[in-house]
């Protein structure tokens, strides 16, 4: 199996920044895109940035400019630096990494983190 393991959020002042860490680990033979979710109370789940193996980079409009994803490929790990929180960037952010593996045949499949909190507030 695979798990994913997030850490870095906080509780932070607007304009302040966080930087989280999301490292994978398990049965993995190639990691393609890694990406950042969030979910904030009462709201669906959205994308905030994802990365590819390569390191070509998308984010959502609302964090372009203040968010810049990264990844250590050789760490199976994936970072999200935000600067300038806003107190809209309150939520549950989720790591995401769609992983191939071999278990009897080859499958590449989606797995998530389990959330680490950010609140932005004075």
């Known amino acids: 199996q695979v798990q994913l393991v997030e850490s870095g959020g906080g509780l932070v002042q607007p304009g302040g920044s966080l930087r989280l860490s999301c490292v994978a680990s398990?049965?993995?033979?190639?990691?393609?895109?890694m990406g950042w979710y969030r979910q904030a109370p009462g709201k669906q789940r959205e994308l905030v940035a994802v990365?590819?193996?390569?390191?070509?980079?998308k984010y959502t409009d609302s964090v372009k400019g203040r968010f810049t994803i990264s990844r250590d490929n050789a760490k199976n790990t994936v970072y999200l630096q935000m600067n300038s929180l806003k107190p809209e960037d309150t939520a549950v952010y989720y790591c995401?990494?769609?992983?191939?593996?071999?278990?009897?045949?080859?499958?590449?499949?989606?797995?998530w983190g389990q959330g680490t909190q950010v609140t932005v507030s004075s």
């Open positions: 995401n990494a769609d992983v191939t593996r071999y278990s009897i045949s080859w499958q590449t499949n989606d797995y």
């Open positions: 990365i590819t193996s390569g390191g070509m980079t």
């Open positions: 398990g049965s993995i033979f190639r990691i393609n895109d």
